[in-house]
């Protein structure tokens, strides 16, 4: 019964959690931030830590969501093999930094997604692979 269910829903592209997950990060809805991972599902911190698990992946969502971090794709290549996806791309992460001076990353980020009762999961991510801070310019 839950087969046909899956395959009754509506095909929504593995990509759009990637995108969902920067929505939520800028609403703040943290527990849907992390529901967008599998349950084991594993975010790459910053500084290369693998955190595994919904619950540890919430910390680490929370503490985006606290610096009012802001993502935005501005390129995703996808390959589907059945219900597993390889994503890879171009984004920017925009959020306050020490004395909330705005930070500015440009990074290529990497994802495997999984396909888990007709939804896509995010099964491992690192948003800051290849990461460097953009040059800001001011007016003058």
Known sequence: MTTALAQAAPAIPAENVLYGLGAVIGTGNLAAGAAIFTKDGCLITPDGTAVHGRGD???ILAQMIAHRTEIEFDQLAIQHAGDVALVAGRMR???AGLESRPITQLC???AVLHRVEG???VAILDLWK???QATLRSGG
């Open 57 to 59: 992946i919430a910390e």
């Open 93 to 95: 992460i925009r959020s």
């Open 108 to 110: 290529e980020p990497t």
């Open 119 to 121: 939804r896509w999961k």
């Open 130 to 132: 290849n990461v460097r």
